[in-house]
DNA sequence: AAAATTATTATGTATGCACATAAAAGCATC
DNA sequence: GATGCTTTTATGTGCATACATAATAATTTT
């Protein structure tokens, strides 16, 4: 029984991965530290930690320092969603994408919005509803409302052609963001644009992203009833 | 203007991030090559490598050997969502977790199950209803389906105290699987079980997950009508 | 016995160097 | 001018070494 050697990181990633499957390690236990591990698959001490820490960012094992590596008792499932735009998303989908603004206007925002963006209450905000086409049926409601103190050019902007969901993500930078799943029923106006009857449950996702403290835009994006966000594990 | 020095990968990746936000380096963009940024990062090399690295993990640059790193044109929203345990959930939001079984059986699966599930059509399966609740009020409905040639020691659980959500997790190894999201409408069942009226809008999870080629599980998550995942971006 | 201090240890990371590899660019051949 | 070969180059990775850091364990002090 000589040792097998592993000479890179994937394949060592390999082996601790098919110790775990096997059991060899089980949820919770504490596994060997890097040194001695480096030492058994004859390789350096880095080449073991580069592995090691791409699967604890994966979630399959736990790492503290002293403490030293263990097996995730609970491998928290890791779902990575690939947020597109709605145009590549149809386009990855085969069908035909077209964009339909529908309103656009400068007004003053239900207080509910206000309060999420934390603008003030008297500030009117760029509110633009459009529609997202798939095949020319109904695919995704945009609901959007920018801040144009932080967006200026924005203003400039008549989102007839290019919609908010495509021209704000090369056009604006932003620090960080929320994103919400939820399910909803449609109301009358929402069943009206999306061609589906009143009350069915629609797939949402809102999102909102910040500049620093300043709110860069809120968006609600109400999908056609059906609608699924599928990912790997 | 001397170099500031950046000397950790973290202070290097927030300096692109900076140059990034800045519009210094405009999405779509080259940007340097890792030596040139080390040198005027006064940093080594493989310091550099690890915070472009990380960059590109996270979809904010995308790089091709030889070709260079350029800045993302489509920053793509990863949103990784942590799917914990139900009662992890529960108890994290401060809530009290508590449990039901409410069928469990051994039957043949409808062919939409067996189907996806990739086992005979003729092939019993172990079937279990269960539902979560916090603080005494259901909170999701589990309808779960369990390959008992892959997992044979669910055979001998009974399944009433401890939920398969939470079992599978600590006794069950796979390889893969798959998670979708998506918005339903409450059949009279399952508002029944949940205590919402017919015809809610249910967030839903469904998770299937695989040892190499055969399924181990497949499972239906419903949430109580205002549900919300969510997550950082 | 409790609290504060110190030692130990496993992970975390920076560095210089070497070589591997993919892909673009240049070059030669037909 | 299209095709295939060669060179160049930027990223990808491995390794030895050194030191940093966090957290536990051991020890001392109160």
Redesign the pocket.
């Known amino acids: 029984m000589s040792a097998p050697s592993f000479?890179?990181?994937?394949?060592?990633q390999e082996e601790v991965r098919r110790r775990i499957h096997a059991r060899i390690w089980k949820p919770g236990d504490l596994?060997?530290?890097?040194?001695?591990?480096?030492l058994e698959f004859?390789?350096?001490?880095?080449?073991v930690?580069?592995?090691?820490?791409a699967l604890?960012d994966a979630g399959v094992l736990d790492?503290?320092?002293?403490?030293?590596?263990r097996v995730a008792a609970q491998p928290v499932a890791k779902a990575t969603l690939q947020i597109a735009l709605i145009k590549t998303e149809i386009r990855e989908r085969g069908q035909d994408y077209s964009y339909q603004r529908l309103t656009r206007s400068k007004s003053i925002p239900p207080a509910a919005i206000s309060d999420v963006m934390q603008t003030a209450q008297s500030r009117a905000l760029l509110h633009i509803r459009a529609l997202h086409l798939a095949d020319d049926k109904p695919y995704a409601f945009e609901d959007r409302w920018i801040n144009t103190d932080v967006v200026p050019s924005a203003r400039a902007e008549a989102f007839d052609m290019l919609s908010p969901n495509e021209w704000l993500l090369t056009h604006t930078p932003y620090t960080h963001g929320e994103i919400a799943f939820s399910a909803t029923e449609a109301t009358a106006d929402e069943a009206a644009v999306l061609k589906c009857a009143e009350g069915s449950a629609l797939f949402a996702i809102d999102r909102m992203t910040w500049d620093g403290a300043r709110s860069v835009t809120k968006v609600r994006l109400l999908f056609r009833p059906g609608h699924q966000l599928r990912t790997n594990l």
Not at 42 to 47: D, I, P, S, V
Not at 49 to 53: D, E, G, P, S
């Open positions: 000479r890179n990181w994937q394949s060592v596994i060997p530290n890097e040194a001695d591990l480096a004859g390789c350096a001490r880095t080449t930690n580069r592995a090691l820490r604890a790492r503290r320092r002293k403490a030293g590596t």
